[in-house]
């Protein structure tokens, strides 16, 4: 497994996820920066990103759709807080309306991501923070939806395969 | 999210508890007042006014909550209070229990994909 260690700080609302990659730093930034890459991977397979705006720089912006098995679309931003290449970038992660722009009212989060060299491959730190746990539960009633017609379907295929 | 699915069996392995929980979260308004009550409890009534349809309806989707141990109804003088069912420290750690699991997918992709496409150059996969 590449994740070597996950810590949740419920208090301070911050997840940490540590990851470690077989691939050099290069290649790992790379999966990032290039549009084309990051959409391969940021979305789960039932709910696939596509990224339509990505511009890598402090200030730019980036803008994907993400879309369900039932055709549902949710539209998402990043903003570009900060990007040292090739050791750090953070961006805020939110949420966009049908008019394109960041959503009214909704909740939005920080990423920082940190890489190194280590091992012959790429330790990768990914810090979430959220801003309340308010804003953490609206993200994740978004988000169930998807785990739980993922779950549901692999249940659907256990039944099927009994 | 075969890992999502495996924490949810584990937690709670019985079939009549998993059919009340995918239940009462398949449906989009259950899951609003889910995510509503959780931040801070609400009457029955004031839930009812943000949604586009009867307090007896809403009131239902609340009952199916309820069964699902999903939300704790109490009784206010003569209002009925729906509030999440975890103390916030434990949810917020729950919450974050299923952003651990989004994030072990995004990781395990992010691994296969590095895995699949290293000849070359960094961008030699456009």
């Known amino acids: 497994m590449p994740v070597v260690e996950i810590h949740k700080d419920p208090k301070a609302l911050t997840m940490t996820v540590v990851a470690q ?12 920066a290039d549009p084309r890459l990051l959409e391969r991977f940021w ?51 939110g949420f966009l309306g049908p008019d394109g722009k960041p959503a009214e009212g909704m909740p939005t989060m920080t990423m920082r991501f940190t890489f190194e060299p280590h091992d012959g491959g790429t330790r990768m730190v990914t810090v979430t923070t959220f801003p309340s746990l308010e804003a953490l539960e609206r993200l994740l009633s978004m988000g169930m939806e998807e785990g739980m017609k993922a779950a549901m379907g692999q249940i659907d295929a256990v039944l099927a395969a009994g | 999210m075969l890992s999502y699915n495996q924490m949810v069996v584990r937690h ?22 889910l995510a509503r009550v959780m931040g801070a409890d609400a009457s029955v009534t004031e839930l009812a006014a943000r949604y586009r349809m009867s307090f007896a309806a809403v009131q239902k989707h609340v009952a199916v909550l309820e069964r699902a141990h999903l939300v704790t109804k109490r009784r206010d003088g003569r ?28 990781i395990g992709r992010l691994d296969e994909l590095l895995a699949t496409s290293n000849q070359g150059e960094p961008n030699a996969g456009r």
């Open chain 2, 12 to 33: 709670q392995s019985s079939a009549d508890y998993l059919d009340r929980l995918f239940g009462a979260l398949a449906d989009a308004t259950r899951r609003d007042i």
């Open chain 1, 43 to 93: 979305g789960p397979p039932t709910w696939p990103a596509k990224f339509v705006r990505h511009d890598f720089a402090v200030g730019g912006r980036s803008e994907y759709y993400m879309t369900g098995p039932d055709g549902e679309q949710s539209r998402g931003f990043f903003e570009f807080l900060s990007i040292d290449e090739p050791r750090a970038f953070e961006v805020l992660d």
């Open chain 1, 21 to 32: 990659f077989a691939a050099p730093v290069s290649r790992v930034w790379a999966a990032y």
């Open chain 2, 79 to 106: 209002a009925q209070r729906v509030d999440g069912n975890l103390s916030a420290v434990r949810r917020a750690n729950s919450l974050l229990a299923q952003f651990e699991q989004i994030w072990q997918a995004r």
